[in-house]
């Protein structure tokens, strides 16, 4: 193979592979919003896990200014509860999925801000 042909190839490949590295930034306007939308009826507006929906749950929700809790939660963790919901992954099933209300990034852009709460 020619050295002209092979190195548009390979800019291309480096370009690609530092595009996948890159870390997204959070919308975190929007993720403020959704939370205070869909989720605080339960996790409360400063995410203790005290909403007005919270106490006609059979679980209490997570409270998320626990840090010695949350830091035991991996990002991960965080998102395949949101998507999936609390009995997908061995949690109550009072915390809904949510996989049809919002995309991954949004999901990604929730547990950013969920984060936040959590104030050493």
Same mark, same amino acid.
């Given at each position: ?25 959070? @919308?975190? +306007?929007?993720?403020? !919003? ?12 400063? /995410? =203790?896990? *005290? ?14 200014? @626990?840090? +010695?809790?949350?830091? !035991? ?12 919901? /609390? =009995?997908? *992954? ?31």
């Amino acid at each position: 193979m020619k050295r002209s042909t092979l190195f548009p190839g390979l800019i291309a490949a480096v370009a690609a592979f530092v595009a996948m590295a890159a870390p997204v930034r959070a @919308d975190m +306007a929007a993720a403020e !919003k959704n939370y205070k939308t869909f989720c605080a009826k339960c996790h409360g507006d400063t /995410g =203790k896990g *005290n909403g007005s929906g919270a106490a006609s749950l059979s679980t209490k929700p997570r409270d998320f200014t @626990d840090c +010695a809790r949350m830091q !035991k939660l991996s990002d991960d963790t965080l998102f395949n509860v949101i998507k999936n919901g /609390g =009995k997908a *992954n061995g949690l109550s099933p009072d915390m809904q999925a949510w996989s049809d209300g919002f995309d991954d990034s949004e999901i990604h852009d929730l547990v950013a801000y969920v984060r936040t709460f959590c104030k050493k």
